[in-house]
Every structure is written in C-alpha cells, then in structure tokens.
C-alpha cells in the first residue's frame, strides 16, 4: 500500500475541526439538558428539534431588524415561545439506553413533525400566510426542500426569506444526520447498503459514526460556502448568493425572486446554479474521498455517479433533440438546467420557461422520480435503487429460461443481499400505493390529470415544479385545503421516506390492532362454545 | 377468414370476394410454411416462448390482409392494417377506423371474429399454457381453484383446451342470445357477444355502445364483461362443483371489490356533474368496461372530471383476473404486490421476523413471488418507456401516458384525445408501431415476448454461424 498523504492543517481541515466542535457541541448540551424522568426517544428528539431551531428565529429576527423588515418581532417572539417549549419538552424526557428499531423511527418521524410545526408557527405568528393549511404545506416545503411555494418569494420580507432557506438547508443536514443513525437500519439508502457500495466501504468513513457525520457535515458547510462565494463572482447581490448557495446544495429550491434563478437573466449565474445542483446530487462520501485525496477518479470509478451523469447527459440530448428549433448556447443551457434541476430534486427555474417540448416533459418526471445518488441531500428515489431494480428484473427474465439459475446482484464491485433488495422492493410498491390515491385527491382537488399527476409525483420526490396548466408552479394555489395536507404529507414522507413513516404510524396504529384482534379471539371463543 | 365471407355475402356488400382472396392467400402461405419447416426435437423454453408469440405475429399479419384487400384501409397505409389486426388478435380494441359507415359489414363482423379467435387463443394460454410455464407467477393460479389448469403440459393441454373453449363458446351464445333479446340486430348481437367474451372491445359502430342507448343492451354486456373477465378456470370449476369454488377464490374477491370500490369513487366524483340516473350508468358501466379491459364505451369520459379518469387509469393498468381474456397487470398480481410490501413494512418493525406472503389460505412461495415483483417491476417500466417515446414524438404527456397503459394493458380506448369516442390516429405513424408492440408485449405477458426476441437473436445469429 502506498502510504498517506499528509492532510494539511488548511482550511478545510479548520471546517472540519470546526463542525465537528459544533455537533459534538450542541449534542453535549442536549445531553446535559435532559435528565428528566421520562424515557422516551420522541420526547427527546421533539425539545432537541425546538432548542436548536429557535437560534434559527433570533438569527433571522435580527437580519429583519437590519433589513427594517416587518416581520422581527414575531420572529423573535416565537423563537422564545420554541426555545421555552422545547427547553420544557427536553427538561422531562431522557434518551433511553437500549432503542429499538420502530422507536428510532418513530423519534425520526416525530423529530420532522417538530420541524414542521416550529416552522408553520413561524409562518402563522409573522402572518406569512394565514391559514392554517397554507401555513403547514409552507413549511412542509421548507424542512423538505420542496421549491413548492404559494407565496410570491418577492412580496416576503427578508427575515422571512433567509429564514426558509436557512430551514430548508438545515433540514438537509439533518439529513445528513439521518444518514448516518437511521437509514443504515433500513438497509437503503443509507450508507450501509448501497451508498457503501457506491462509494465502497463508505460504512468505514470513520470508526465512529459521529465522526463521519462531522466529515459529511463539513463537506456540506464547505461547499455551501464556495458556491455563495461562486454566485458572488458570477454577479448576483450579496444577499442573494448567500440565500441561493443554501437553497442549492440543500436541494430546496426557494428562491429570493418569483422568477426563480432565471429572473437573474444571467448565463453566468445559471452555470453556477448548474454545478451546484450537480454537487447536490451527489454523494456526500464519494465527494468527501474525492477531495481528501485530490483523486477525481474516484468519480470515474463510482458505478453511480457514472449513471446519475449518464442519466443527466441522455436527457439533454433527447431534450433537444426533440425540441422543434436547432439548439444554440442558451438553448443547451436550459435544456441542462432542467435536467439538473429535476434529477438533484432542486426545483429551481430557469430563464427558459415554456420551452420543453413533451418527451422532455416525460423524461423530466422520471429523472424527478429517480432522484440524486444515494448519500446525498437529494430526494428522491436515488439512483443506486433504480440500478438495482434493472438488475433485479434481469435476473428475474434470466431465471425464466434458466429454471435454476442463481444470480447474485451486483453493483461495482459489491453485491446486494437479498433483504436490502426486498426493503428496495417495498418502498417503491409502498411509494406507488400512496401515491395513487393523492393523485387522485389532487385531481378531486381541482388539478387537470397532468397536474395532478405530476405534481404528486414533483412533491414526493421534494422538487417543486411540475407540469399541466399550472405549469410551472401554480399547483398549490389551484389545490383546497385538503389537497394541502396532502401534498405536506407526501413531502414529509419523500423525505423521510415511506418506511420509517408507516412504521411510526403503525406505532400508534399497533395497540389498538391488537384490541381489535383480542376482542375478535374473544368472539370466536364464544361462537365456539 | 371463411366465415366472414359468407357473412359478407349474404349481407351483399360486394366484400365477400376480397375476404375469400385473403382466406386462400393466407392458407396457402400457412400450408407452405407448415410442410416446409420441421419441427426440431429438443425445444428449450425460450424456444417454446418464441414459437407462441411468433404465431401471434404471423396470425395478426394474416388478419390485416383482409382491411388491405377490401380497400377499407389503402396500401400505403398497411402498418394501420396491422394495428387493426394486432388490436383484434390481442383482444385490445384500440380502432383507427373513424368512418364506420363506409365499412361492408363483412368485415366489421370479420373484425369482431378476430377478437373472438384471440380471445380463444388467449384462454388456452392464459389457462394452461403460460402458468405451466410459470411466467410471472401465474402459477398461482393453480394454488387456489384447482379447475383445468395443465400440470402436465403436453398431456393436458388439449384436454383442457376443449372444456375452455366449450365453456367460451357456450357464453358467447348466451351473451349473443341474450344481447338480441335486449333489442339488437342478430348481427349486432353476435359481433357484439365476440368482443364481449374475449373483453375484447370491438364494436360495429363509431360510437360503441351508445349508439343503443339502451339499459338492456348495458345491463347485458355489464354482466357478460363481468364474468369474461374472471378466471376461466375458476369458472369451470364452479360450473362442474357448484357455486362454493368462487368463495374458495380470494382473487375474485378482489377483482370485485376492486371494481365495486371504483364505481363508488365513479360515482361520488360524477355526482353534481351528471344526473343520477346517468351516473349510476355510467359509472357502473364504465369501471366495469375498463377493469375488465374491454373497453366498450358509452360516453365521452374525457369529459368527466379529472380524478374520475385518474380512476379509470389504474382500473386499465390493473385490468381483469389472471386466467382470463383480461388484459392488464391482473388481479392476482396485484394481490401478491400489496402483501409483499406489507411484509417488508412489518420487517422493518420486526427486523428478525419471518412472515410468509398469504394470498387467502395459501402461502406463497419466495421465488414466485420474486417472479411477480420481477414482473410488475417490468411492466411498470414499459409503461414508462412507452409512454416516454410516444411524448417524445409529440404526443401530449396524458395522452402518451394513458395510451402507454391503454395499450400494454390491451384495454382500448386512454385517455386525453384518444378517448373512447375518438380512434388512434390521434398518435403519429411511429407511435402506433410503438402502440402495436406495446399491446403485443402486454398480451404476452411481457416476459415471452421477451424471451421471443432474445431467442430470435439467437436463432439468427445461428443460421449466421453456419452460413459462415
């Protein structure tokens, strides 16, 4: 083996010294804080959300008060109100020792409804937006990353603003977090099963997990800055590429203008949105080996990253290819823009609007569905899955001329097992089965059938545009209040994704089953005497 | 071929002579073919795969010479002969004729006699050939009603060839007598009775069944579709052991309450928008037509409400009961999918448990149930694809998307302008070869036709070698 290059004490490895100091921070102060009596994970995970959101408001309350907006003193008024519930919420409960899998998902879960509500308050109290249902499928769409908004970012005032983009790009480092604890247990998504094949063994990024999530979370501040920094060069306000660096490598979406990234008539600004829309994509560890070893054909060597650009480039040349008019500069732009946009799950828009022609409209939706790579902050289904699903079929069309043929799936160099290949399974079947009947709420909703469609299919996977007559965001206008919470619900689980949802409702669901049952035993007993 | 010009030429439309052509063109052809090829001993599966789907093929090429020779549709327009065909064959019913007043009667009947003999076809296959064969878990069948499914193919299949088409043929007398009693024409009636029992959707007017406008002529062909679109097998075995082997049957279960539960969605979007009576009609009509996959139509639907068709989609995309006429993914499939991924919901619960996948009282094995995955995984994905390249030759995305399931799913009519009132000329020339293949693929249970081309390639590149 070679040996090591020695990692400079540089600036990256100060962001690293530096996140680490501020996770293991913030972990050890929720610790000291919850020394309560009750033994719940949930309980825990709700005040820890509160308590850490609540800077969030006081930071956003004082960039208001800079901007002489309106809105500082219902942010900091809420914020207290977070701090207080959360600091309360904590006060009582303590992290149990042993934590079954269920429980895990259940905190999961109940964590993202804290998020949720902390944000819909902040929405309600500054009067962002004053139902109660816009309110919730406003901040659905900010703690997903979802670019789907019934506001017109332009008439926000600019606490409101940063405040959306701040919590679009923590919630994305919460995913990171998630990543880390939580979807290993699933055996998707997560590092362990495929995104440790994508990237080879990026289960043993570090020994410990806290320290892989520091790495991954130092990846992400880094980036988040350069691309504030690259947005400066290519001549947007200060201001402004501060918010759109958070809202891009988070995959969110939200914008600072109605006209999204194309109301800046840029070129410039627009490549940069491009390439951080790529880097968002993809994934955190393969990214996080990249450069610690300057060695870009860890990229090349990535069986996904291969797919994920391979996937992008055949888009856009089918996109324009067919488009009606001989593509030119702009037009190539545009045509990457989208493709970029729908498959990192961003959501953002280009100056190009109304010029995709109907299979580029197809193909957008599927790359929507597909999704970034796995280990990375995008939604959707992720790329590694999809690789495995054709994989799957191949075996299965394979054993039906070969009766006794064993095939093992293989990606790169690692092959799946079984159990991940059947969580892969249901989660698309699982997806599939909700997503039908909210098409079918969306369209009772007042969405034409493309709309619907689309637009379900836009919010599971936390992009935020999609197609019909509402093109290309007026979907959530057009929907009632019921159509809201069902596009806050779909968002929530494209993000969470669909098991850890089902599993916590069934949380709440199984005691009464299991009443349900006994008093039906009980019945038969008695027939049968 | 012969039939229908008899057809023709008592009716006297002067296209009695062009069909008789075609018949002796075709037998001729069939008759060369058959003593000049033989027949090699040791066919493995995927030659046994080929051979089924390439008789598809060549009998739906056989079946368009008849629209060419009358004139109906031009030469220069052949491939639309072989749509037509390939819709009849597969028992889709999608239509590129618009003027069906111009057509001699003839052939209309020949068209809806095409239907009938693939549904034939199509009853042998789906019954004993195919779960024999174990495509895509259908020999799952088997599992629950224990009606003329072949165990043992070569021994069998004849013998339960017979009773099916027994069975088939008895219905479709009954469904003719009964449909000319509702108030049609004999010739009405016996066409309609064709496309009804092999859910085929064929009708002899443009406007399908409203042109009756008739509640008898609907009450008959509901409960005709009804029934067509349940397993056969099963409703052998009821025939033969009483009424009890339907309650045995947990996919008939579903395959009604499927379609009962769209009706009252139907129902409950429609309500306000149409009056009652024509709500309960149409409804009850329409989730019948589609989830059977026939495909008759009384009413333009593209003007019901949007999640009303959004109904009608899925009830395309899952179509009928395996072990039927039916096109679509089929009930049972249906079943195995939901069970599956509530076993893996509860496995993550429970990550040690071990839950086998029931479907009603039996258990159902691992690698069947991969098969279905593995199926429906595939199906899914051709929608997709379909639906993808037919956008991308400038179909409008709802249009694409339903013609993708409408087709692969050989239910008939989709949705957007290719509605149940309007024909498939909406689609550009190269989508409806696209069409074409796509009903093909879904009538063969996708992965034979799979294996037809792969063992195709195959043959070829052989007859390569040995040249070389």
């Not at chain 1, 990606?411 to 997806?431: D, H, Q």
Request: aromatic share 10%; charged share 15%.
């Amino acid at each position: 083996m070679t040996p090591r290059p020695p990692v400079r004490a540089s600036a990256p490895a100060l962001l690293h010294r530096l996140t680490a100091k501020v996770l293991a921070g913030s972990g050890s102060f929720i610790q000291r804080l919850c020394k309560g009596k009750i033994e719940s994970a949930s309980g825990v995970t709700v005040g820890a959300v509160w308590v850490l959101t609540a800077p969030v408001f006081f930071l956003c309350a004082a960039v208001d008060f800079l901007d002489d907006g309106p809105d500082y003193f219902p942010l900091l008024v809420s914020g207290v109100i977070v701090e207080i519930a959360g600091l309360a919420v904590v006060r009582f409960g303590r992290f149990p020792s042993t934590l079954p899998i269920s429980r895990l998902f259940t905190a999961v879960v109940s964590g993202a409804l804290a998020a949720l509500g902390a944000v819909t308050f902040a929405h309600l109290a500054t009067g962002t937006s004053i139902a109660v249902d816009v309110a919730l499928v406003e901040a659905a769409a900010t703690i997903t990353g979802t670019n789907a908004t019934t506001i017109d970012a332009e008439s926000l005032s600019l606490g409101m603003i940063s405040f959306r983009a701040i919590g679009q790009w923590l919630s994305a480092a919460a995913i990171i977090v998630v990543l880390v604890r939580v979807l290993p247990h699933l055996g998707v998504g997560g590092l362990d099963a495929d995104g440790g094949v994508a990237t080879r063994s990026a289960r043993r990024l570090a020994p410990r997990s806290g320290s892989t999530m520091a790495r991954l979370m130092s990846v992400y501040v880094g980036l988040t800055g350069l691309f504030a920094m690259a947005y400066l060069l290519a001549g947007m306000p200060w201001v402004d590429s501060v918010i759109h660096a958070l809202t891009t490598l988070s995959s969110g979406g939200f914008s600072t203008r109605s006209g999204s990234i194309g109301s800046f008539q840029s070129g410039a600004i627009e490549w940069v949105a491009i390439l951080g829309m790529l880097v968002a994509g993809t994934s955190l560890p393969l990214m996080f080996r990249a450069m610690r070893r300057a060695d870009l054909h860890r990229f090349v060597r990535s069986v996904e990253f291969r797919a994920y650009l391979g996937m992008i480039l055949v888009v856009v040349v089918a996109t324009l290819a067919w488009s009606d008019e001989w593509p030119t500069v702009a037009s190539i732009r545009h045509a990457i823009f989208a493709t970029t946009s729908a498959i990192s799950t961003t959501g953002y828009l280009s100056s190009g609007l109304g010029t995709v022609p109907f299979g580029g409209e197809a193909l957008l939706l599927v790359l929507m569905v597909v999704g970034g790579m796995s280990a990375s902050v995008a939604g959707g289904f992720k790329v590694m899955r999809f690789m495995v699903l054709g994989q799957y079929i191949r075996r299965e069309l394979t054993k039906s001329i070969h009766r006794s043929a064993v095939g093992k799936i293989h990606l790169g160099r690692s092959s799946i097992g079984e159990t991940a290949l059947a969580r892969i399974i249901g989660e698309l079947f699982l997806a599939t089965m909700i997503l039908v009947p909210v098409v079918l709420l969306f369209a009772a909703d007042g969405l034409g059938v493309e709309g619907a469609f689309t637009f379900a299919v836009s919010s599971l996977s936390n992009v935020g545009f999609a197609f019909g007559d509402a093109w290309p965001l007026g979907h959530l206008n057009s929907l009632g209040a019921l159509g809201h919470l069902a596009a806050t619900f779909l968002m929530l689980v494209g993000r969470i994704s669909i098991t850890p949802v089902l599993v916590a409702m069934g949380g709440i669901g199984e005691p009464t089953q299991r009443t349900i049952r006994r008093w039906r035993l009980t019945k038969r007993d008695e027939i049968v005497r | 071929m012969l039939i229908s010009s008899v057809v023709a030429a008592v009716d006297g439309g002067g296209a009695g002579f062009d069909l008789l052509v075609s018949a002796l063109i075709t037998a001729s052809i069939g008759c060369v073919l058959f003593y000049g090829s033989t027949v090699s001993p040791t066919a493995d599966s995927a030659l046994a795969f080929a051979s089924v789907a390439w008789s598809w093929v060549a009998v739906s090429v056989a079946g368009a010479l008849p629209f060419l020779l009358t004139g109906v549709i031009p030469w220069v327009r052949f491939d639309d002969a072989l749509f037509e065909s390939i819709s009849g064959f597969t028992c889709t019913g999608s239509t590129i004729l618009s003027d069906f007043t111009s057509v001699p009667q003839g052939l209309l009947f020949f068209r809806s006699m095409i239907q009938w003999f693939g549904g034939m076809g199509l009853i042998v296959l789906a019954v004993a050939v195919l779960p024999a064969l174990g495509i895509g878990g259908l020999e799952l069948i088997a599992s629950e009603s224990p009606g003329p499914t072949a165990d043992r193919l070569s021994l069998k299949v004849r013998d339960t060839a017979r009773r099916l088409w027994l069975l088939y043929g008895l219905l479709t007398g009954l469904i003719s007598v009964a449909l000319f009693f509702a108030g049609m024409s004999i010739f009405d009636a016996v066409t309609h009775a064709f496309t009804t029992v092999a859910t085929g959707g064929y009708s002899t007017y443009g406007d399908s069944i409203a042109h009756f406008d008739s509640f008898l002529v609907e009450a008959v062909l509901i409960v005709g579709m009804l029934y067509c679109g349940a397993s056969f097998s099963t409703h052998w075995h009821a025939a033969t052991a009483g009424l009890g082997a339907y309650r045995r049957v947990s996919e008939i279960r579903w395959y009604l309450w499927m379609i009962f539960s769209a009706f009252v969605l139907l129902v409950l979007v429609n309500t306000g928008e149409l009056d009652w009576v024509d709500n309960l009609r149409d409804s009850l009509f329409y989730a019948v037509s589609l989830g059977t996959s026939t495909g008759f139509g009384t009413s333009d639907y593209i003007a019901w409400m949007p999640s009303a068709q959004v109904a009608l989609l899925v009830l395309m995309l899952v179509g009928g009961m395996s072990g039927s006429t039916a096109g679509g993914m089929k009930v049972l499939r249906l079943q195995v999918v939901f069970r599956y991924a509530f076993r893996e919901l509860l496995r993550a619960r429970h990550p040690k448990a071990v839950i086998p996948i029931r479907m009603g009282r039996t258990t159902i094995e691992e690698q069947v149930a991969a098969k279905v995955v593995g199926f429906v995984l595939l199906y899914l994905g051709l929608v997709v694809i379909g639906g993808i390249t037919l956008a991308g030759l400038g179909v409008d995305p709802v249009t694409a998307f339903s013609g993708s399931v409408s087709a692969l799913g050989n239910a008939g009519p989709a949705l957007g302008e290719a509605g149940p009132t309007s024909n498939f000329l909406v689609f550009p020339r190269i989508g409806r070869v696209v069409l074409m293949s796509l009903m093909l693929f879904g009538r063969l249970e996708v992965f034979p036709a799979m294996l037809m081309l792969v063992a195709s390639f195959r043959g070829l590149s052989q007859i390569r070698r040995r040249r070389g």
